[in-house]
């Protein structure tokens, strides 16, 4: 079993923070602070809410002024931050706590403090508050010379960034973004290359037709681009949308399926296996192939998930495919026993569908 993650705090690194600390702060209190983090909650804690208190603990024993604190913390922080990167968030957290009130000093701090870690979720602290000042930072930090400030720039600002606050502002209008996403669009880095991709997608399900203008606009533009676009539409790929489809070469498939192979009954903790071969006259040309899952729920209902099978220019006139799912239990999906669907699509099209019972 894979370790918890609220364990990555555990008393090596607590350690290593308090004595990296009292080198710029000789009166830290260590023990007060041990004390502290180990309350009656200590062990209830997630991750996060280890990672607020560890935060709020620091600002009651650091110097009750913002400035001194920080200037601290950033020494702290460069002699630790090439050992850790998730733990270290701390920092980036103490100024969402006790920054909101000093803009400027707190933009330097998450500059600082995102290098080896990440401020994208602090810097959203200060998007809620000053919308259009933290905004022209972030179009600063697109220009950047440093990765790591460009991907805060694409990061930060992503409407739906898993385990943040969302932004409801952007998700309605998504318009401030596309400025920073513009600069960032032909970036060499894969780091920042992924962030701009991933905030395309996040647009993408509340503002479809904004991605697709986007992509009419950028795409062919250069190969980095063209990356970001690709894994940006990856929901609307996955949703079959025709017009995407379209614009990256996934046609109408003039092919047949044949030779369909399923397990007709699958029982639990073990896998379906399926295949299945596509022809055609000519050669099947650039095909994108993926499954669908119909799930059985608990409440009866069937819930659709799309998964991808493979991708390419086939310049033969046939070629088989065989895959398998597992369904031993995972924490993200509970299986329910009854009947499930399979489908199979070929460029959005549905060109096969079969049923089989999970017992």
Not at 4 to 9: T, V
Not at 188 to 203: G, W
Not at 237 to 247: I, R, T
Not at 311 to 326: A, I, N, P
């Amino acid at each position: 079993m894979a370790p918890l993650l609220k364990n990555l705090y555990n008393e090596a690194y607590l350690s290593l923070l308090t004595s990296t600390l009292t080198q710029y702060f000789h009166s830290f209190d260590e023990k007060l602070f041990f004390m502290s983090i180990y309350d009656k909650d200590w062990k209830n804690r997630e991750l996060k809410a280890r990672m607020h208190h560890i935060a709020n603990t620091l600002g009651t024993l650091l110097p009750n002024h913002y400035e001194k604190s920080i200037k601290i913390l950033k020494l702290t922080f460069s002699d630790m931050n090439f050992s850790y990167g998730l733990e270290n968030m701390i920092f980036q957290d103490f100024v969402a706590i006790y920054g909101r009130n000093h803009f400027t000093i707190s933009m330097d701090a998450l500059a600082h403090f995102t290098v080896h870690s990440s401020s994208e979720f602090a810097i959203r602290t200060f998007l809620l508050k000053y919308p259009q000042e933290t905004m022209q930072q972030m179009q600063l930090w697109a220009k950047s010379q440093n990765e790591h400030h460009r991907r805060l720039a694409s990061e930060g600002c992503r409407p739906r960034l898993p385990w943040a606050t969302q932004l409801p502002l952007f998700i309605n209008d998504p318009s401030p973004i596309l400025v920073i996403l513009e600069l960032l669009k032909e970036d060499t880095s894969k780091y920042v290359q992924k962030s701009v991709a991933n905030n395309l997608n996040d647009i993408s399900k509340n503002n479809p037709k904004v991605v697709i203008k986007l992509l009419q606009k950028w795409i062919g533009t250069t190969k980095q681009s063209d990356w970001i676009l690709k894994h940006g539409a990856r929901t609307l790929l996955k949703n079959s949308n025709k017009e995407v489809l379209e614009l990256f070469g996934f046609h109408t498939p003039k092919v047949t399926l044949t030779d369909m192979l399923f397990s007709k009954e699958v029982k639990r903790g073990m896998q379906l296996d399926f295949s299945f071969s596509l022809h055609s006259a000519q050669n099947l040309g650039k095909l994108r192939i993926e499954y669908a899952i119909l799930f059985l729920r608990k409440n009866r209902q069937h819930n659709k998930k799309v998964f991808h099978l493979a991708e390419g220019e086939y310049t033969r006139t046939q070629k088989s495919f065989h895959k398998s799912y597992s369904f031993k239990p995972i924490t993200t999906r509970n299986y329910y026993e009854g009947e499930h669907t399979l489908q199979i699509i070929i460029n959005g099209t549905m060109l096969k569908e079969v049923t089989f019972f999970l017992t």
